[in-house]
C-alpha cells in the first residue's frame, strides 16, 4: 500500500474536503520513555489507565506533532493538529496500513483507534501508568492534572515552552527514570481516531501515528466503534479505509 494520502511528519501542502488545501509544519516534542514496549495511545485525562496498546521494541524514541494550518489565507492564523506521531526509525516510510495490537493487526476492514473525550491525545508507555501515577485515579485530576501549580499538566499545556502551547512532555509523578508521557490537543477536539503504522519498503517499522482527521480527503462520517476488548478498540469503515489502502 502506497503512502500517498498520509500526511504525517510532512511539510507542505495537504488536501482538505471542498478543495481547500491546508500547510502542514512539524513540532519536535521530545523524546518518549517506552522501556516495556507497550505504547499506549489515549486521551491522557480520561483513559490514561485503559491505553489502547500497540506492541514495538521497547526504546525511546521522538514524538512529533504534525500541525496544519487549516486558515483560509494560510496566515498561521488557524492551526490544527493533525497527526500525533512516535518515531521510530528514521528510514523512510513506504507503506501505511493499520496499526497492530498485543494480539496482531485488527480484522480487516477495521481499525483500533483512540477515544477522546477531553479533546486531547496521547502516547505514553502503558505499563509505566500502574507505576508511576498515583495509586488512587480518583487524586489524579485534582493532584496531578489541574492542581493549580506551575507544574499541572493543564499549566504545562497552556504555556508556550519548552514545547508549543497546547502540548507537553510530562514525568510522571511517581517516575524513578523518566518515565513520561507525550500529549496534545487533538485537531477539532473529541472524536475516534485512528490508529496506523508507517513501515519502510523492507518491511521495518517505521512509526506510530494517531489520524487526527484534519487532512485527507476522507468520508466525514465514520461508523461506530465497537470494542472487543478494553485495551483494544476497533472501529469498521470501509470508506476510510478505500481511502487508505486504495481499495
Known sequence: MEIDDHYA?????APLPQGKRATLSVQDLGILRVPSGMLGACDPFVYLDESVIVPIPPGDY??????????TDQDGSHLREAYLSVVLSAAESRLVVPASGPNGPPPTDQFFGVGVDAGT????DAEAVLRCM?????????????????????SVMDSDAPHIRGAANLVMPRAALGENVVLTHSGWGDGFYPLLETRSS??????IHIDL??????????????AT??????KSSKNWLTRLLGR
Open 9 to 13: 511528519l510532512r511539510t507542505g501542502f
Open 62 to 71: 521522538p514524538v512529533r506533532v504534525t500541525i496544519a494550518d487549516v486558515s
Open 121 to 124: 491525545v496521547a502516547f505514553v
Open 134 to 154: 498515583p495509586e488512587d485515579t480518583s487524586s489524579w485530576y485534582d493532584q496531578v492534572f489541574d492542581s493549580g501549580n506551575p507544574d499541572s499538566w493543564f
Open 202 to 207: 523492507d518491511g521495518w517499522l517505521t512509526g
Open 213 to 226: 482527521q484534519v487532512v485527507g480527503l476522507f468520508e466525514e462520517d465514520l461508523q461506530d466503534v465497537s
Open 229 to 234: 476488548q478494553p485495551q483494544e478498540k476497533l
